[in-house]
């Protein structure tokens, strides 16, 4: 009784929590949308910049980082800016083409650890009035189900195989 009310109570656990996927990563992209938006202002102000004065980006940060200790670490962040613009605009455009059931399967591209720690600030859970959050509800009342009774498994194996011996002894006498 005890087994099947802990196995009850970690499918709830596991149906609670992969219930709320759908909707957390559903704004982590929204912000990851706002990152890129405001990281794309940034990169094409430097590359306006850049054009002005008719240089490439790449002849910009060159003489950027040749002009003194300031301009050098300047270099270095313009260049980080673009190369966070990059990835992160490649994690906007594969989680957008994903379907709420498809973006579990791209979770790599729900990484970035400061969009992640801001969604997840002012995200609340809520009840899965949706399709997919059923789904992910109930695959996740499934696995903590399983994770939880194959844990208790392992934990009643050390007295199962006494209480066996116990009565294999008293068989034999």
């Known amino acids: 009784m005890i087994v099947r009310a ?3 109570a970690g499918g709830l656990a596991g149906a ?20 890129v938006d405001e990281l794309a202002r940034v990169v094409d102000q430097f590359d306006r910049d850049a054009s002005a004065v008719g240089m490439s980006r790449q002849e910009a940060l ?11 670490r300047r270099s270095q ?4 800016t673009i190369a966070r613009h990059r990835d992160l605009s490649a994690d906007l455009d594969a989680l957008r083409a994903a379907g ?15 969009i992640a720690r801001a969604a997840w600030r002012d995200y609340k859970p809520a009840a899965p009035l949706t399709f997919e959050g059923a789904v992910f509800a109930g ?35």
């Open 6 to 8: 802990l196995t009850l």
């Open 16 to 35: 609670a929590g992969l219930s709320q996927f759908p909707e957390f990563s559903q704004q982590y992209t929204q912000r990851l949308g706002g990152a």
């Open 62 to 72: 060159s003489e950027l980082g040749q002009s003194g200790a300031f301009g050098a």
């Open 77 to 80: 962040t313009i260049t980080r």
């Open 100 to 114: 709420p059931f498809t973006r579990a399967s791209r979770i790599a591209h729900l990484s970035d650890p400061q």
């Open 139 to 173: 695959t996740g009342f499934l696995a903590g189900s399983l994770v939880l009774s194959m844990l208790i498994g392992v934990l009643r194996m050390p007295f199962r195989r006494r209480g066996a011996r116990s009565r294999r002894a008293g068989a034999g006498a």
